[in-house]
């Protein structure tokens, strides 16, 4: 079988060959037209924008336009840049075009493929997203590229932290925008916030490059993009609302104790507006003016917690905390809170502190928020081994693209020594024998402490060295630039997405950059810049002479994709280099797959200390353990997603209904037809349909009429009428609903309720839907719990969210209508009687970093908050590397995996020795 494989491939060429075939001719069109573009002039060039512009509206495709568009961008960067895109870097970009993966290995100049397809797609004016990993790159990528685009006349935008709503939109507006996957997130969830169109950033999504495709959709897309705020509560406020609730009379309440629910009487209203006006906490108007809706939550809650909360009961107060008490099982559950500040409310009842709560106020999985482009691309060195992954979550297809010149890297075998002590020390054996012969060597490690850890025995062996800190992304790019100098050390964790290439004797170009940036002599500059072209060009023949860049991974990674991140490094545009990888039987991935076993079976070969194991069978049997390890994260990510996406539904659902009021189309309708709907099901919760009179509830109905719609009608007498069914009672409560609002629109005047109508609509929406993602976040963490009873999680998920959303947009109907009926306008006018009404709460970014477990962007850790147990190895204050540990102090040992051999040094595994459970 595999024989007729090796005959076909021959005969026929491999899959990607043959789609490599199809634009081989595309490229020979490209090049016939050069000599005809090299002879036009710079405005004859920049006027092939607007002649391309014009076929477009003339009915022609991007695809007709292609050639020529390429064509156009090569002559335009050879002129701006004195750069010329290589036939390979026109195939990458023609890959980008059709919306799939380009992997092309390191130094293959990625940036400027980019530029192809972003022109051609900037000609259809709905503007190009290019997204980096960082605000360094985005920078960098718009002022380098953007000297094509600019002298081509397109206009170049730059999305940054810390730009504010002006500068964004101008950026959005721009027909070439490159940002931050963060930015791009965060402003999405900011905009669907926002209270007039007008006010957002974004324009719709067309067509993104994600550059470091996998390390963006694939590594970061394992956390969620999540704004949070302080829900608008003070303790104060609690304290203030909970001293009330005791002066209430028993009448001004009516409890339910089956439903579990209260609600003041009418009564009860005004007797609460009064007490709310003596403690200064109503400063103007009613209790249900749309300013005091905070406020009308407050006292729900706290009346709740007085009437329907029993200490001892539904809870106990233990250290000055309050503990829900389970109401099945009868047990405390500490770490559990009630949510929608019920549970606040219980502790300003009880005199205990009072903790404030952040409130998911909007969040999006990176997954979910680059499927919404209609066209999307990547381009990275390493996504073949994701490529199923990349297909089955963004329907992505990868397409290896050939290099410009032949790989000449040596990837030797790796080298697998029983300690960690016997492989560092073969490491800085094999980091001085290159510094003798002026090699440069580049040092991968896999987490922050293994790389200070290895710079501490650098310095020990008075070793110079350079070590890469990913916070400061500039300095990053110029340690890397100059990383391939005759003898250079650098020590770099998680090499993915740096965007600068190691180049053989050091980068000239960023040398100059720095050391003459304050030469104003143009003769002097010159004579500078000859003299730093020449040294390198010396440094580089003595760097070729060496051998090229090495590349020492201190260990293997859980996933091959980030090892060859680290190769690839190595060998760029036909260069020599070699790469070699150190493991040792106590190492995270080795130990995971069964080393007990092969440190039995070398001592037993007589493998003596330091010494070291070689052979290709390793290499195998280390790749397939990394396949393993991917294939779960996988099918993780793939779980994280399904019930991502049920929310993502909801999400479209509510986002699109905020843009449409935004857009004022039929408020006014829709505002009726909610209190239609909320009118229809309090008849039918009172007078069923079919039901005898008798059976009526007919008492409830009023009052549920006069505490929603503000209406004391006559319910009582309709029903005793002769032959009256639900239907006409529901009519007649209907038209006097209508006829008094109608009375309200024509006192305030149409525009003015408009506006109120919006206001109220969207301020209901987005109180409602932050409780909503509560209730879901409880929701996820109930169902995970299911599959012990043999009922799918993800199903029993689907059934209740969708039930919630239902709930959710009843109680959203009834909020606004309820609002609606009772609202009062200030004499002053409408915006006056409603400061900051467009303000946005208070709000922070979080992103956590999958490999750190830091808060990229709220600038704190929560690796246990995210990941619970299964904190990933890397996450920085979570695990101490083995070699950091002092077996005396406990203190030193950080988190320390069950199965892990004891840092004490006893040879029992932790959870025997000092893990074990008392």
């Not at 920049?46 to 156009?72: N, Q």
């Not at 969830?189 to 993104?208: G, S, T």
């Not at 043999?790 to 998920?797: A, G, K, V």
């Amino acid at each position: 079988m595999l024989g007729l494989r090796t005959l076909a491939k021959k005969v026929f060429g491999d899959a990607n060959e043959r789609k490599l075939r199809a634009y081989r001719k595309k490229v020979e069109q490209i090049n016939a037209l050069e000599p005809e573009f090299e002879k036009l002039s710079d405005e004859a060039l920049r006027a092939k924008t607007d002649e391309f512009k014009a076929r477009l509206k003339e009915g022609a495709s991007l695809d007709d336009l292609l050639p020529e568009a390429f064509a156009t961008v090569r002559e335009a960067a050879k002129r701006t840049l004195g750069q010329r895109h290589f036939d390979v870097q026109l195939i990458g970009g023609m890959v980008l075009h059709e919306g799939k993966i380009a992997e092309m290995k390191t130094g293959e100049g990625k940036t400027l493929v980019a530029t192809l397809p972003v022109y051609l797609n900037a000609l259809l004016e709905r503007g190009v997203h290019v997204v980096t990993v960082n605000d360094y790159l985005a920078r960098r990528d718009a002022e380098w590229m953007g000297a094509i685009y600019k002298f081509l006349g397109l206009s170049v935008g730059v999305i940054v932290h810390g730009l504010d709503d002006d500068e964004r939109r101008e950026a959005y507006a721009a027909d070439v925008t490159y940002a931050t996957n963060n930015e791009l997130g965060f402003d999405y969830l900011r905009d669907n916030m926002k209270y007039h169109l007008e006010e957002m950033v974004q324009r719709d999504h067309y067509y993104a490059i994600v550059d470091e495709v996998d390390s963006i959709l694939i590594d970061e897309a394992r956390t969620p993009l999540i704004i949070s705020g302080p829900v608008e509560d003070r303790t104060e406020l609690y304290q203030a609302v909970d001293a009330l609730i005791p002066k209430l009379d028993a009448d001004d309440f009516e409890v339910d104790e089956k439903l579990r629910t209260v609600v003041l009487t009418e009564k009860g209203n005004e007797h609460m507006e009064e007490l709310l006006r003596e403690a200064g906490l109503l400063k103007e108007g009613s209790l249900y003016d749309p300013e005091n809706v905070t406020l009308v939550h407050h006292v729900n809650q706290a009346l709740r917690a007085h009437t329907l909360f029993q200490k001892d009961r539904d809870y106990i107060v233990k250290d000055n905390e309050v503990v829900i008490i389970d109401e099945f099982t009868g047990r405390m559950m500490p770490g559990r809170r009630y949510s929608e500040g019920l549970h606040q409310a219980l502790e300003a009842k009880e005199g205990v502190p009072i903790q404030p709560e952040n409130q998911t106020l909007a969040s999006i999985t990176f997954q979910n928020y680059f499927r919404m482009y209609e066209k999307l691309a990547g381009m990275t060195g390493t996504a073949a081994t994701e490529a199923e992954e990349f297909m089955d979550i963004y329907g992505l297809d990868v397409v290896e693209i050939p290099t410009n010149k032949p790989v000449q890297r040596i990837d030797e075998d790796d080298e697998v020594y029983r300690t960690v002590e016997e492989k560092y020390k073969a490491i800085i054996d094999l980091i001085e024998e290159c510094r003798k012969r002026e090699q440069p060597v580049l040092v991968g490690t896999t987490s922050i402490e293994k790389s200070e850890h290895l710079s501490e025995l650098l310095k020990q062996r008075g070793i110079p060295h350079n070590v890469l800190n990913a916070r400061y992304h500039e300095q990053e790019a110029q340690i890397v630039a100059q990383a391939g100098r005759p003898g250079a050390v650098t020590i770099a964790t998680n090499m993915a997405g740096r965007g600068t290439d190691i180049q053989l004797g050091g980068n000239a170009e960023m040398r100059i950059k720095t050391e003459l940036a304050d030469v104003t002599d143009p003769e002097e500059r010159k004579r500078r810049e000859e003299e730093i072209r020449r040294e390198v060009e010396e440094a580089r023949k003595k760097v070729i002479e060496a051998g090229g860049l090495y590349i020492i991974g201190t260990e293997r990674h859980e996933s091959r994709r980030i090892d060859n991140q680290l190769r690839g490094r190595s060998g760029r545009q036909g260069d020599p280099g070699r790469s070699k990888f150190f493991l040792s039987i106590q190492d995270d991935l080795m130990r995971i797959f069964g080393s007990d076993r092969m440190d039995g079976m070398l001592q037993k070969l007589g493998l003596k200390e330091g010494e070291a194991i070689t052979h290709p069978w390793i290499n195998k049997a280390l790749e397939k353990a990394q396949q393993k390890v991917e294939a779960r994260n996988f099918d993780a990510r793939k779980n994280l997603l399904k019930f991502d996406d049920v929310m993502n539904d909801q999400r479209k659902v509510i986002f699109e209904q905020r843009k449409s009021i935004m857009r004022g189309e039929e408020v006014a309708e829709t505002v009726e037809d909610m209190r239609h709907e909320v009118i229809d099901r309090l008849v039918r919760a009172h007078i069923p349909p079919g039901e005898y009179p008798d059976k009526w509830d007919v008492k409830g109905l009023k009052e549920r009429v006069r505490e929603v719609l503000a209406l004391d009608l006559p319910i009582e007498e309709w029903a005793e009428e002769e032959g009256i069914a639900d239907e006409e009672i529901r009519e007649r409560i209907e038209k006097a609903a209508d006829e008094h609002y109608a009375k309200k629109r024509e006192m305030y005047g149409d525009e003015i309720m408009e506006m109120v109508e919006k206001e109220i609509l969207l301020r209901s929406i987005d109180h409602h839907w932050r409780e909503h993602l509560t209730m879901l976040d409880h929701l996820r963490q109930a169902v995970s719990f299911r599959g012990y009873g043999q009922r799918d999680p993800l199903q029993e998920y689907k059934t209740e969210a969708f039930t919630l959303f239902e709930r959710m947009i009843e109680d959203l109907q009834e909020t606004v209508t309820s609002q609606l009926m009772r609202v009062e306008i200030l004499p002053e006018g409408y915006e006056e009687g409603l400061p900051g009404a467009d303000e946005l709460p208070p709000m922070q970014a979080h992103h956590v970093d999958p490999f750190s477990g830091l808060d990229e962007l709220g600038e704190e850790e929560v690796v246990e908050a995210v990941f619970g147990e299964e904190a990933p190895a890397q996450a920085s204050n979570m695990r101490v590397a083995p070699e950091l540990r002092d077996p005396n102090d406990p203190s030193t040992w950080g988190k320390v995996g069950r199965n892990e051999p004891c840092p004490c040094g006893s040879g029992k595994k932790y959870k025997r020795c000092h893990g074990r459970l008392a």
